[in-house]
């Protein structure tokens, strides 16, 4: 049976051009609303007033503290075999550099996965590390932070980011979580054309280049959340968290990465609070900021709201959202949700993908390592398509309005509306939490704590 809450929901949402409109208007009024940047509280304070037009209650920025950074020129220079400048930018969270700059020979690391690390590990000492962004064959993704955790660990001075992709695009990229600290070494990105260029000169020899950077780092600078929600009935203590970061790297206006997530999430709240009353759980939205930074804003949501945190039955990211025409659930834990939301889809009539998935850089993690049942919910792209083209447009200059298809945002925001219909009105257990020793142990096993105490992302027990 399909209810008239369902159908009126659906409707609204499919009757509407809102999410885009809002897309629309976020990059075009705001930027790429990168945290520090100009256009990023005044997006905040939109997207606020835009959930209050809504319908939403207790909306509010909730602000919270990280370690800043400004982009400054950056400048790579080849100095043997000849002479030439390089076309570069910094990645986020880049250190600036002495100014004479600092110079070493290139060693060349390929796609930079941690076995190839180990195997060139005394080979690394003293010199930049260049690697791609390559994913593996299989589709699975090594992070960014976690080939620059390695390149720190063993001894490098500088770290050059090759786009694996082609067409002249510099990937961008956090260095370290900036609830923490910046880098500790420069950090730069080139494109595919000039780094195979580079690869190919260590083929024929020795490289050596020097690295300019003049960033700035700015501790304890402030951002915010949107936080904003529809009271439910006679399980409101009881709270469905969904969220997904609004904020896009500095260098575009993160259209895709994550403007799509951020007005999916809006979407759905406003087909939904046209009908507050008719949801036994809270569903709390929150719009989070500096996310593109080491997962900050959620991390720190997470920390100052450790109070709260037993009462959320779950969190659902929506980091993707919308990207793409099929649509994936991918379960983090516990199992037991995997099986929930295959039935979910069945109840729903939609033939949906539940995958299982471990992967720390977006904001479900924080969550995630407290226990709480954590999902999100995703553009789905083929383990082939991500073998090849890893980001795609995201993390470059061209994470634009035009890559975003209209229709694929109002499809994700009537799965995430449709299902939170159901979810904030289960009347059972959604799904277990996992005692957070239990997680601990696991992500020993599985070989993940390591990756993050490479990335200097480890802290079971504080964030700072
Ligand atoms: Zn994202």
């Given at each position: 049976?399909?209810?008239?809450?369902?159908?009126t929901?659906?409707?609204?949402i499919?009757s509407?051009?809102?999410?885009?409109?809002?897309?629309?208007h976020?990059?075009?009024?705001f930027?790429s609303r990168?945290?520090g940047?100009?256009?990023?509280?005044?997006?905040?304070?939109?997207?606020?007033?835009?959930?209050r037009?809504?319908?939403?209650?207790?909306?509010?920025?909730?602000?919270?503290?990280?370690?800043?950074?400004?982009?400054?020129?950056?400048?790579?220079e080849?100095?043997e075999?000849?002479?030439?400048?390089?076309?570069?930018?910094?990645?986020?969270?880049?250190?600036?550099?002495?100014?004479?700059?600092?110079?070493?020979?290139?060693?060349?690391?390929?796609?930079?996965?941690?076995e190839?690390?180990e195997?060139?590990?005394d080979?690394?000492?003293?010199?930049?590390?260049?690697?791609?962004?390559?994913?593996?064959?299989s589709?699975?993704m090594?992070?960014?932070r976690t080939?620059?955790?390695?390149?720190?660990?063993?001894?490098?001075?500088?770290?050059?980011?090759v786009?694996?992709n082609?067409?002249?695009?510099?990937?961008?990229?956090?260095?370290?979580?900036a609830?923490?600290?910046?880098?500790?070494?420069?950090?730069i990105?080139?494109?595919?054309?000039?780094?195979?260029?580079l690869?190919?000169?260590?083929d024929?020899g020795l490289?050596?280049?020097?690295?300019?950077?003049s960033?700035?780092?700015?501790p304890?600078?402030?951002?915010?959340n949107?936080?904003?929600?529809?009271p439910?009935?006679?399980?409101?203590?009881?709270?469905?968290?969904?969220?997904?970061?609004?904020?896009g790297?500095?260098?575009?206006?993160?259209?895709?990465d994550d403007?799509?997530g951020?007005?999916v999430?809006?979407?759905?709240?406003?087909?939904?609070?046209?009908?507050?009353?008719?949801?036994?759980?809270?569903?709390?939205?929150?719009?989070?900021?500096?996310?593109?930074?080491?997962v900050?804003?959620?991390?720190?949501?997470?920390?100052?709201?450790?109070?709260?945190?037993?009462?959320?039955d779950l969190m659902?990211?929506?980091?993707?959202?919308?990207r793409?025409t099929?649509?994936?659930?991918?379960v983090?834990g516990?199992?037991?949700?995997?099986?929930?939301l295959q039935?979910?889809?069945g109840?729903?009539?939609?033939?949906?993908?539940?995958?299982?998935?471990?992967?720390?850089?977006?904001?479900?993690?924080?969550?995630?390592?407290?226990?709480?049942?954590?999902?999100?919910?995703?553009?789905?792209?083929?383990?082939?398509?991500?073998?090849?083209?890893g980001?795609?447009?995201?993390h470059?200059?061209?994470?634009?309005?035009d890559?975003?298809?209209?229709k694929n945002?109002?499809d994700?925001?009537?799965v995430?509306?449709?299902s939170l219909?159901?979810?904030?009105?289960?009347?059972?257990?959604?799904?277990?939490?996992t005692?957070?020793?239990?997680?601990v142990r696991?992500?020993?096993?599985?070989?993940m704590?390591d990756?993050?105490?490479?990335?200097?992302?480890?802290?079971?027990?504080?964030?700072?």
């Amino acid at each position: 049976m399909v209810s008239e809450l369902e159908k009126t929901v659906l409707g609204e949402i499919w009757s509407s051009n809102e999410a885009y409109e809002t897309l629309i208007h976020l990059c075009d009024e705001f930027g790429s609303r990168f945290a520090g940047t100009e256009g990023e509280k005044p997006s905040a304070e939109y997207i606020a007033s835009k959930l209050r037009e809504y319908g939403l209650e207790n909306v509010a920025l909730d602000d919270f503290k990280y370690v800043g950074w400004k982009r400054g020129e950056a400048k790579l220079e080849l100095l043997e075999p000849r002479n030439v400048e390089i076309y570069t930018q910094s990645l986020a969270l880049c250190p600036p550099t002495p100014t004479e700059g600092i110079e070493g020979d290139v060693v060349y690391l390929g796609p930079g996965f941690p076995e190839l690390f180990e195997a060139k590990k005394d080979e690394i000492h003293g010199k930049i590390v260049l690697c791609t962004s390559q994913p593996r064959p299989s589709g699975a993704m090594v992070h960014r932070r976690t080939k620059y955790g390695y390149a720190v660990k063993y001894g490098a001075v500088g770290f050059i980011f090759v786009n694996h992709n082609p067409g002249q695009l510099m990937p961008t990229g956090s260095l370290r979580p900036a609830y923490r600290m910046a880098g500790e070494i420069p950090g730069i990105g080139v494109s595919w054309e000039t780094g195979s260029n580079l690869i190919r000169m260590l083929d024929k020899g020795l490289a050596s280049v020097r690295i300019t950077t003049s960033d700035i780092v700015t501790p304890d600078t402030e951002s915010w959340n949107v936080v904003g929600e529809i009271p439910g009935t006679d399980l409101k203590d009881r709270v469905i968290l969904v969220g997904a970061h609004f904020e896009g790297h500095d260098i575009a206006v993160g259209a895709l990465d994550d403007g799509s997530g951020a007005v999916v999430i809006m979407e759905a709240a406003r087909a939904l609070a046209k009908h507050q009353g008719e949801f036994r759980r809270t569903i709390r939205f929150v719009c989070f900021s500096a996310e593109e930074i080491g997962v900050t804003g959620s991390t720190c949501y997470a920390a100052k709201h450790s109070d709260e945190l037993d009462r959320i039955d779950l969190m659902i990211n929506c980091d993707g959202a919308g990207r793409a025409t099929d649509h994936v659930y991918r379960v983090y834990g516990p199992d037991s949700l995997a099986g929930y939301l295959q039935d979910l889809a069945g109840r729903m009539h939609y033939n949906m993908r539940v995958g299982r998935a471990m992967a720390a850089s977006s904001d479900h993690w924080p969550f995630y390592m407290q226990g709480i049942p954590a999902v999100s919910l995703s553009g789905y792209r083929s383990p082939a398509e991500v073998a090849r083209v890893g980001r795609g447009w995201t993390h470059t200059s061209a994470d634009t309005i035009d890559k975003v298809v209209p229709k694929n945002l109002k499809d994700a925001a009537m799965v995430l509306a449709h299902s939170l219909i159901h979810l904030a009105n289960e009347p059972g257990t959604i799904a277990e939490r996992t005692p957070v020793e239990e997680i601990v142990r696991r992500l020993e096993e599985s070989g993940m704590a390591d990756t993050l105490r490479v990335q200097l992302k480890w802290h079971p027990d504080s964030i700072r």
